[in-house]
C-alpha cells in the first residue's frame, strides 16, 4: 500500500498525512475544509506527486450537473456527422464523451481524482453521485456499457462550506480541516513568496496580520493570498515597517468591506485608549 | 472496542452512525493509528466527526473518555523533561564520554522498553527515575546532551489529552453555518419550473424533425432551459416577544435567500399596519399599499411572526404597539388586505401548536391566514400549500 508523506513544496501536518493514509487506506474520498487559501486544492497535486500518480481535475460550478462528470453523449456532433457524411454515425461510443470522474473510474492506472469545490454545485449534486462514488461504476444507456474502475481512483474533495453537504454523503466521507497557519507557518510561507524579505518588515507584517485577523467583529477576515498580496504592496511601496506599527498602508489589499473598515478603526481606537489607560495605571501604580 | 467512546459522542451531540463507527474499527484494524493515542485521535476525528463546527463536541467527548489513560509516549516526554532538570549530575569524566557515546534513539527505545516491562508502573513525574537509578543508565542520560539539544523537553507530538484539552475548536461552533440544509431543501419545493432566459438548451426532438423534413439540412431548435422562477414576499416579525425566536428566522431567512432567487424580504414589529419596514434598525419603511401594488398577487407570502400580541394592537385603531404611531385601520384589517391580495400566503409560527388557542391573538390571526408551526414538518406543509 503506499502512503503519503508530503512534498518538498507543499508543507502537510501530521495529521493531514494521517488523514489522507487513512482515506486511502479505506477507500474512501477525503473532503477537505477549510478557510480559503490553506492550500485544499494544492494537497491533491501533492498527493499526486508524493505518489506518482495521474491527477484529474473536476472542477465544480453552480451549473455542473452529476452527469456530466460521467458522459456526455455528444448528440451534436453526431447530427453534424451525419448530415456531412464524417465517420461512422452508427458507432454511438464515438460520441460518448468521458466526464472527469468517468476518465478516473475507466483509467488504467490509479489517479488521483480532485473533485474542487463541491460545495458550489446545486445542493443535490453530491448526492447524485453516492452511487458512483461508492462503487466506482456506472452504466452508459445509449452503448450499454458499464464502466468499472480498474484501480478505485485515490478521491479528493474540496469545499469552501458555501452550501452544508448532505448527511449521506458526509458519512462516505474521511474529512479533514486545514486550520488557518499559525505565525511560523506563515513566516515559511511569505518566504516561499519573497525570498529576500527583511526580518523586520515581516515580524512586523506578522504581528499586524493576525491582530486583523483576531478581531471577532470582522465580516471577512483576510486570507493568505491577501496577505501575501499586501506584503507584495508593501515592498514595492518601499514601506518602512516602522509605519506598519502606527497605520495600515495599502489597507484596500487587506479589507474587502466597507463594514470592517469601520470595524477596523473603532477596533484601533479601543486599543489606543486601552494602552494608554494601562499606562497611565502603571504610572500611578508605581 | 471503545463503545463506551461512541455513546459518549453520541450523548454530546456528535452525529456517529454505525457505518462510521466500522469504518473506525477497520482502520484501526489495519493499525493506521500505529498503536498511538495521537494518531487516533485524529484518525478518529477525520473518520467520525464531519463537520469542524463539531470538533469541540468531540474533544470534549475524547477528553473525558480518554483522561487519565497514559500512553507511552506520554511517560518518555514526562520522564525526559525530568531528566532535563538533572543537568547538574556529578559524573567523572569516563561516565560523561560513555553517555555521549549513547544516541537519543537509543535512549527512547530503552525507555519504551522499561515502560514495558512495568517498571515505571505509578511512576509520577520524571525527576526521581534520576534519583533511583542514579547509576543506571537513565539516571546518567540526564546528563547526555543529546538529550537537551534535541529539545525533547518540549515534547514534539503535543498529547492527544492535551490537544483535546485544548478546545482548540471552541470558537469554530460559534461561526458554523447555520444548520439551513433541511430548510433549504424543504423551500427548495417552493419552485416554479419556468423555461426563461436564453435559448441555450438544443431540443433533440424537435430539431431531428425538422431537419428530416429539411431533407438532412441540419435545423437546430433551441429552447429555454427551465429555471426555478418563484416569487416568494417574506415578512417577518421582529423585536419585541420575537427575541427568542431570531435563530430560528434567522435560519430561514438564510435558507430562503439561497433557496429563491426572486425573494424581497420587509419587516414588522407585532402585526402589519401602514408601513412596512426594509431595515428593522433605521427604520426606513415602505408603506404597505404601495408594496401590494408592486409585487404582484403571483407572489407568495409568507409571515413569519408569533401573533401574539394584545388583542388591541391587533383589533383597535391606533393600537399599534408605538405609542406614538398612529394607525386609523385596525391592523387585522391589513392583513387581510394582505391575504386577500396575494393568491397564496401562509404564516409560520415558531410558537408551538399546542399554546396558539391558549393565546388571545393568534385564533385571530389563524383566521385570516393558514398558520403552520416554524418546524422542518411545519414549513414542508406550508410549502405543500403554497405550491398547490
Known amino acids: 500500500m503506499s502512503t503519503y508523506s508530503g512534498t518538498s513544496t507543499y508543507i502537510v501536518s501530521p495529521e493531514l498525512e494521517d488523514a489522507v493514509n487513512v482515506s486511502i487506506a479505506l477507500r474512501r474520498p477525503l473532503l477537505v475544509k477549510g478557510e480559503p487559501g490553506t492550500g485544499k486544492t494544492l494537497l491533491a497535486h501533492s498527493i499526486a506527486e508524493n505518489l506518482d500518480k495521474k491527477i484529474i481535475t473536476w472542477n465544480i460550478k453552480s451549473t455542473t450537473k452529476a452527469q456530466d462528470g460521467l458522459y456526455i453523449y455528444d448528440t451534436v456532433q453526431r447530427l453534424n456527422d451525419a448530415r456531412f457524411g464524417d465517420g461512422d454515425i452508427s458507432d454511438i461510443s464515438r460520441y460518448i464523451k468521458l466526464g472527469k470522474l468517468g476518465q478516473a473510474v475507466d483509467s488504467d492506472e490509479q489517479v ?150 469601520e470595524v477596523l478603526d473603532r477596533q484601533t481606537d479601543y486599543d489606543r485608549t486601552y494602552r494608554k489607560y494601562r499606562e497611565s495605571r502603571s504610572r500611578y501604580d508605581s | ?236 416579525d421582529s423585536g419585541g416577544s420575537m427575541d427568542d425566536y431570531v435563530d430560528l428566522a434567522e435560519r430561514l431567512f438564510s435558507a430562503a435567500k439561497t433557496q429563491i432567487k426572486d425573494l424581497k424580504y420587509f419587516y414588522f414589529h407585532n402585526c402589519i399596519y401602514q408601513d412596512i419596514y426594509t431595515d428593522m434598525y433605521r427604520r426606513s419603511n415602505h408603506e404597505t399599499m404601495s408594496l401590494l401594488r408592486r409585487f404582484g398577487s403571483d407572489y407568495k407570502c409568507i409571515l413569519v411572526g408569533d401573533a401574539d400580541m394584545a388583542p388591541s394592537e391587533l383589533l383597535h385603531k391606533n393600537g399599534a404597539i408605538h405609542y406614538f404611531y398612529y394607525n386609523d385601520t385596525p391592523g387585522i384589517q391589513w392583513l387581510q388586505y394582505i391575504r386577500n391580495h396575494f393568491k397564496k400566503s401562509v404564516w409560520l409560527n415558531p410558537r408551538p401548536e399546542r399554546v396558539w388557542p391558549r393565546t388571545d391573538t393568534i385564533p385571530l390571526v389563524q383566521e385570516v391566514f393558514p398558520m403552520y408551526e416554524l418546524t422542518l414538518a411545519g414549513l414542508t406543509d406550508a410549502v405543500k400549500f403554497l405550491m398547490k
Request: aromatic residues 8%; proline residues 4%; contains cysteine.
Open chain 1, 112 to 261: 488521483v481524482l480532485l473533485i474542487d469545490e463541491i460545495d458550489k454545485a446545486d445542493i443535490e449534486f453530491p448526492n447524485d453521485l453516492l452511487n458512483e462514488m461508492d462503487v466506482m461504476s456506472f452504466h452508459i444507456p445509449e452503448t450499454d456499457e458499464t464502466v468499472t474502475a480498474k484501480h478505485r481512483p485515490i478521491v479528493i474533495i474540496t469545499s469552501n462550506s458555501e452550501k452544508e453537504l448532505p448527511d449521506p454523503f458526509l458519512r462516505r466521507c474521511v474529512f479533514h480541516y486545514i486550520t488557518f497557519p499559525h505565525e511560523q507557518l506563515m513566516e515559511d510561507i511569505i518566504r516561499v513568496h519573497f525570498p529576500d524579505i527583511e526580518q523586520k518588515l515581516m515580524d512586523a507584517v506578522i504581528a499586524k496580520f493576525y491582530w486583523i485577523r483576531s478581531i471577532n467583529k470582522l465580516r471577512k477576515k483576510p486570507s493568505t493570498s491577501e496577505l501575501v498580496d499586501w506584503v507584495q504592496a508593501l515592498i514595492v511601496g518601499g514601506v518602512d515597517p516602522g509605519v506598519i506599527e502606527e497605520s495600515i498602508p495599502f489597507l484596500g489589499t487587506l479589507i474587502k468591506k466597507n463594514k470592517d473598515y
Open chain 2, 1 to 236: 472496542m471503545f463503545t463506551e467512546f461512541f455513546f459518549e459522542l453520541k450523548s454530546r451531540g456528535v452525529p456517529i452512525s454505525l457505518h462510521e463507527w466500522i469504518a473506525l474499527h477497520e482502520a484501526l484494524s489495519l493499525d493506521l493509528n500505529r498503536a498511538s493515542l495521537d494518531r487516533f485521535y485524529h484518525v478518529a476525528r477525520s473518520i467520525l466527526v464531519k463537520d469542524e463546527a463539531l470538533f469541540d463536541k468531540y474533544d470534549m467527548a475524547f477528553a473525558s473518555y480518554f483522561k487519565g489513560i497514559e500512553t507511552p509516549e506520554e511517560m518518555i516526554d514526562e520522564i525526559l523533561k525530568g531528566l532535563e532538570k538533572a543537568k547538574e549530575l556529578a559524573l567523572t569524566p569516563e561516565q560523561k564520554a560513555m553517555i555521549e557515546a549513547l544516541d537519543l534513539e537509543q535512549v527512547r527505545a530503552n525507555f519504551e522498553q522499561q515502560w514495558r516491562d512495568g517498571r515505571y508502573k505509578g511512576h509520577k513525574g520524571g525527576n526521581r527515575a534520576i534519583g533511583t537509578g542514579g547509576t543506571s543508565t537513565q539516571g546518567a542520560f540526564g546528563y547526555h546532551p543529546t538529550g537537551i539539544r534535541v529539545g525533547q523537553g518540549e515534547s514534539r507530538h503535543r498529547r492527544a489529552i492535551q490537544v483535546a484539552e485544548e478546545r482548540q475548536f471552541k470558537n469554530y461552533s460559534s461561526d458554523r453555518i447555520l444548520d439551513t440544509r433541511n430548510l433549504k431543501v424543504a423551500l427548495s419545493r417552493l419552485r416554479t419550473l419556468l423555461p426563461m432566459g436564453p435559448e441555450d438548451e438544443l431540443d433533440i426532438e424537435k430539431t431531428i424533425d425538422k431537419t428530416a423534413r429539411n431533407a438532412g439540412e441540419i435545423d437546430l431548435v433551441w429552447e429555454r432551459s427551465l429555471t426555478n422562477t418563484a416569487k416568494v414576499i417574506l415578512l417577518m
